[in-house]
């Protein structure tokens, strides 16, 4: 059964400072992981779909990363803004491929 | 082009009522879910819909009900609603399955049963 863990829980961070958010899955025989952000009540919107042939996906200043060996993922946020404040989620697909199983999220503050 | 919307944005029940919520979306998506998400629980699918005519059970289907009569709607029912189902309720669709598509959020309904 697919578990999907990210920690930290919470991070704080500066304006402009560059981070790392982690993910970690149980089932490696993934076919893509996903990487989502909800502002606070609103919906999940998708910013990333790494395929399990790709090792990294980029759009602007995001950069997952998946390695399926290690049964990880990361989201790399460049020079971060006030605006990226959100709970970040990830997300792989259940072994039927029919739903995808989500970690708890990240919450990231970035103070100006 | 709508997206996702979800119909109604808050509700209010007390134990034992019942009703519908109404999941809709504009883009021509087989698949469709429903989620609650709780704190400290995450997200986790109540049921979903590989096409019109067809619902399965997700991770807590106990309690809801679901019908796909028509391609672009997904309709979760609760008949006897209880305080454990106090929950913020997302629909979702994606054009095929979770092994190759992004799935698309709605805004959420939030619901509180007294």
């Known amino acids: 059964k697919q578990e999907v863990t990210q920690i930290p829980a919470a991070l704080s961070v500066p304006e402009g400072e560059n981070l790392v958010l982690n993910c970690s899955f149980t089932?490696?025989?993934?076919?893509?992981l996903q990487w989502f952000r909800q502002d606070p009540g609103k919906g999940l919107t998708s910013l990333l779909l790494?395929?399990?042939?790709?090792r990294e996906q980029t759009s602007g200043r995001l950069n997952a990363s998946l390695d399926k060996s290690s049964g990880r993922s990361t989201l790399y946020i460049a020079a971060s803004q006030p605006g990226d404040s959100a709970t970040y989620l990830c997300?792989?697909?259940?072994?039927?491929?029919?739903?995808?199983?989500f970690g708890k999220g990240t919450t990231l503050s970035v103070s100006s | 082009n709508a997206g996702v919307t979800q119909t109604p944005k808050f509700r209010v029940l007390k134990t034992g009522q019942s009703m519908t919520l109404l999941c809709a979306q504009d883009?021509?998506?087989?698949?469709m879910y429903w989620y609650r998400q709780d704190p400290g629980m995450g997200l986790r699918l109540i049921h979903y819909?590989?096409?019109?005519?067809?619902?399965a059970k997700g991770e807590v289907p106990d309690g809801y009900n679901v019908s796909r009569l028509k391609k672009q709607n997904f309709l979760l029912g609760l008949e006897s609603a209880a305080p454990s189902q106090t929950s913020v309720y997302f629909c979702?669709?994606?054009?095929?399955?979770?092994?190759?598509?992004?799935?698309?959020f709605g805004p959420g309904t939030r619901l509180t049963v007294l």
């Open positions: 819909s590989v096409g019109e005519g067809t619902t």
């Open positions: 979702a669709s994606s054009y095929r399955d979770s092994y190759t598509d992004t799935q698309y």
């Open positions: 997300a792989a697909p259940n072994q039927a491929g029919t739903a995808l199983i």
């Open positions: 790494i395929q399990s042939s790709q």
């Open positions: 089932d490696s025989a993934i076919y893509n």
């Open positions: 883009m021509n998506h087989e698949y």
